[in-house]
């Protein structure tokens, strides 16, 4: 016969016993068999096994941020947790107790608390043993199990942060990001309660601002399906403005209808569609075409607008700035991303705003303001690292160009190890395709600068720099050549040149360089100052060098501009 399994004899502290007397006499004096204690490990027992932030528990006790009809920020409790969360005393001693009893790993905390006020623990990260997961989950009845379930998934929902309303929203998300996508996954949505569908739909858009796109379309997508059973309701434009995004990001062209003003809520999504639109135009260096976008919007109510619309005014004066710095207006631009960076609580652009404005010091010969910026920029995330290093190696070049020619071999070693990262990366959209262009460009001037004037044979591979530049420019997710093209086959023209017996290569890469420049001109784009020193500092060396060889200048030489207002 077989032998009945013997059940554990173990407390919600973890600790084991010999016999069920002993178990019973421990149990009745831990604090960790106490209701709210116990109640609490189950919910960690049905979250994903890693260590998971206090922060969660402590944004349980607080309403939520949310934007009421007006555009306004309002708080109020969407999801319906257990009674603990109502109780700052409750939770409070019950979170202390499975810290005290050592039923929980306690680390340093990974997300940052948005309170001023937060408990000790809300700085911490607990983990439960996998041991004492196992035990908890099997000592549940099938029907306290689902209720644990949901609850758990309610509670890591609640505790996501939400853009524009969670100050920390890039380094929190990352946090809760790997806690919410398998409950998104897994959860049934009528489960959830009509009240609570708006908030979900929120959540959906959220969590598509991390991940890879798979993740961020099911995201986006299941948004929809939430959004779809929910009438009357705003948040459908909000999954579809969020979708465009990506689309452009991954280079595709989307069709744009105007929105009517409706009220201010309404009007704020009016002004991220205008956004979307001018950022395509700009995609294909049509300016104009943007600042005729961006001038439609203002708020509903100019003297008096919402909290959104104060935010979507935010985003106009950065999208200004980017359209400034695009035309070469350079001085003008950082009078609009000098504040944005500087701003506090940090705006969504403010990390944006500070490489903006790393370029145009470089551009200006501003060194130290540039690494003043450099030196100030707060860093989250992988990529934001990578930018960052690449802000810095084009701030060296841009030095290296000018009088400080020792700077290229600090640039050359970022743009190397830039290289080494951006190699091992799955290409993904048009910024990293673009970021990777910038990184072969930036070898290509400094290995063009160190062979200048050496013999042929000491110039195959700086023509080989070039033709991986080119490369990486048509990589970007352009159908026509633009200016970064006119730019290699310019250097490589230049390269070509120093040959004693040039060839037809050089006549053809001429040619196409005036072909591509006729056809920016002729349909008016501007593509020019896309990328630091590109259109500037670079493209007048090398016009002036293939001058001194007798050929014909075909861009004119950059001149600062002298714009001082809005276009």
Request: charged fraction near 25%.
């Given at each position: 016969?077989?032998?009945?399994?013997?059940?554990?004899?173990?407390?919600?502290?973890?600790?084991?016993?010999?016999?069920?007397?002993?178990?019973?006499?421990?149990?009745?004096?831990?604090?960790?068999?106490?209701?709210?204690?116990?109640?609490?490990?189950?919910?960690?027992?049905?979250?994903?096994?890693?260590?998971?932030?206090?922060?969660?528990?402590?944004?349980?006790?607080?309403?939520?941020?949310?934007?009421?009809?007006?555009?306004?920020?309002?708080?109020?409790?969407?999801?319906?947790?257990?009674?603990?969360?109502?109780?700052?005393?409750?939770?409070?001693?019950?979170?202390?107790?499975?810290?005290?009893?050592?039923?929980?790993?306690?680390?340093?905390?990974?997300?940052?608390?948005?309170?001023?006020?937060?408990?000790?623990?809300?700085?911490?990260?607990?983990?439960?043993?996998?041991?004492?997961?196992?035990?908890?989950?099997?000592?549940?009845?099938?029907?306290?199990?689902?209720?644990?379930?949901?609850?758990?998934?309610?509670?890591?929902?609640?505790?996501?942060?939400?853009?524009?309303?969670?100050?920390?929203?890039?380094?929190?998300?990352?946090?809760?990001?790997?806690?919410?996508?398998?409950?998104?996954?897994r959860l049934p949505m009528d489960k959830l309660l009509e009240d609570e569908l708006p908030r979900m739909v929120e959540i959906c858009?959220?969590?598509?601002?991390?991940?890879?796109?798979?993740?961020?379309?099911?995201?986006?997508?299941?948004?929809?399906?939430?959004?779809?059973?929910?009438?009357?309701?705003?948040?459908?434009?909000?999954?579809?403005?969020?979708?465009?995004?990506?689309?452009?990001?991954?280079?595709?062209?989307?069709?744009?209808?105007?929105?009517?003003?409706?009220?201010?809520?309404?009007?704020?999504?009016?002004?991220?569609?205008?956004?979307?639109?001018?950022?395509?135009?700009?995609?294909?260096?049509?300016?104009?075409?943007?600042?005729?976008?961006?001038?439609?919007?203002?708020?509903?109510?100019?003297?008096?607008?919402?909290?959104?619309?104060?935010?979507?005014?935010?985003?106009?004066?950065?999208?200004?700035?980017?359209?400034?710095?695009?035309?070469?207006?350079?001085?003008?631009?950082?009078?609009?991303?000098?504040?944005?960076?500087?701003?506090?609580?940090?705006?969504?652009?403010?990390?944006?705003?500070?490489?903006?404005?790393?370029?145009?010091?470089?551009?200006?010969?501003?060194?130290?303001?540039?690494?003043?910026?450099?030196?100030?920029?707060?860093?989250?995330?992988?990529?934001?690292?990578?930018?960052?290093?690449?802000?810095?190696?084009?701030?060296?070049?841009?030095?290296?160009?000018?009088?400080?020619?020792?700077?290229?071999?600090?640039?050359?070693?970022?743009?190397?190890?830039?290289?080494?990262?951006?190699?091992?990366?799955?290409?993904?959209?048009?910024?990293?395709?673009?970021?990777?262009?910038?990184?072969?460009?930036?070898?290509?001037?400094?290995?063009?600068?160190?062979?200048?004037?050496?013999?042929?044979?000491?110039?195959?591979?700086?023509?080989?720099?070039?033709?991986?530049?080119?490369?990486?420019?048509?990589?970007?997710?352009?159908?026509?050549?633009?200016?970064?093209?006119?730019?290699?086959?310019?250097?490589?023209?230049?390269?070509?040149?120093?040959?004693?017996?040039?060839?037809?290569?050089?006549?053809?890469?001429?040619?196409?360089?005036?072909?591509?420049?006729?056809?920016?001109?002729?349909?008016?784009?501007?593509?020019?100052?896309?990328?630091?020193?590109?259109?500037?500092?670079?493209?007048?060396?090398?016009?002036?060098?293939?001058?001194?060889?007798?050929?014909?200048?075909?861009?004119?030489?950059?001149?600062?501009?002298?714009?001082?207002?809005?276009?």
């Amino acid at each position: 016969m077989q032998s009945t399994p013997v059940p554990e004899r173990r407390c919600y502290c973890g600790k084991r016993y010999q016999t069920v007397s002993s178990l019973g006499r421990h149990s009745r004096a831990c604090p960790a068999s106490l209701p709210d204690c116990k109640h609490l490990l189950e919910l960690l027992a049905y979250m994903e096994p890693q260590p998971i932030p206090g922060d969660l528990f402590h944004r349980a006790l607080l309403p939520l941020r949310t934007w009421n009809e007006n555009g306004n920020e309002t708080r109020e409790r969407v999801f319906q947790l257990p009674a603990m969360f109502a109780s700052t005393e409750r939770l409070d001693a019950a979170v202390k107790n499975i810290i005290d009893t050592s039923a929980v790993k306690v680390s340093i905390g990974s997300t940052i608390p948005d309170a001023d006020q937060a408990p000790l623990w809300a700085y911490r990260d607990l983990e439960l043993p996998e041991s004492s997961r196992t035990f908890l989950r099997n000592s549940l009845e099938s029907q306290d199990s689902d209720c644990r379930e949901l609850e758990a998934a309610r509670l890591v929902f609640n505790g996501f942060p939400i853009p524009d309303l969670d100050a920390n929203f890039v380094q929190n998300g990352r946090v809760f990001f790997p806690l919410v996508v398998p409950q998104l996954q897994r959860l049934p949505m009528d489960k959830l309660l009509e009240d609570e569908l708006p908030r979900m739909v929120e959540i959906c858009i959220s969590v598509s601002y991390f991940g890879d796109h798979h993740t961020k379309n099911k995201a986006l997508a299941l948004g929809q399906a939430i959004a779809s059973r929910i009438a009357l309701s705003p948040l459908a434009l909000s999954v579809q403005l969020r979708q465009i995004t990506l689309s452009l990001l991954n280079g595709k062209t989307v069709s744009f209808s105007l929105l009517p003003k409706t009220d201010r809520k309404g009007n704020s999504q009016r002004a991220e569609a205008l956004l979307l639109h001018a950022q395509q135009a700009i995609e294909h260096g049509r300016i104009s075409e943007a600042w005729a976008l961006v001038k439609q919007w203002t708020p509903l109510y100019a003297a008096q607008p919402s909290s959104l619309e104060n935010i979507m005014t935010s985003r106009l004066d950065y999208m200004k700035g980017k359209l400034h710095r695009f035309q070469g207006h350079f001085e003008v631009a950082r009078r609009y991303f000098e504040p944005l960076f500087n701003q506090y609580p940090p705006p969504r652009e403010q990390f944006s705003s500070g490489l903006h404005l790393i370029a145009i010091y470089s551009e200006l010969g501003l060194w130290e303001k540039a690494k003043a910026v450099i030196d100030k920029i707060q860093i989250f995330t992988d990529r934001q690292r990578r930018l960052h290093r690449l802000a810095q190696a084009e701030l060296s070049l841009s030095r290296g160009l000018c009088e400080f020619p020792d700077d290229l071999g600090l640039a050359k070693e970022l743009f190397a190890g830039l290289a080494n990262e951006y190699d091992s990366l799955v290409p993904c959209g048009k910024t990293m395709r673009r970021n990777f262009f910038r990184v072969c460009f930036g070898l290509a001037v400094i290995g063009h600068l160190k062979r200048q004037g050496q013999p042929e044979f000491g110039v195959v591979r700086c023509l080989n720099e070039w033709k991986l530049a080119y490369e990486a420019s048509r990589g970007c997710l352009v159908a026509e050549e633009g200016f970064p093209d006119l730019v290699c086959h310019l250097s490589m023209a230049q390269v070509k040149s120093s040959f004693r017996e040039p060839g037809p290569d050089l006549r053809q890469d001429l040619e196409r360089t005036q072909q591509i420049w006729s056809t920016l001109s002729s349909q008016t784009l501007e593509q020019r100052f896309f990328f630091t020193n590109l259109g500037t500092r670079w493209v007048d060396m090398v016009s002036e060098w293939l001058e001194q060889s007798g050929m014909p200048r075909i861009v004119p030489p950059w001149r600062p501009s002298t714009v001082r207002e809005e276009q």
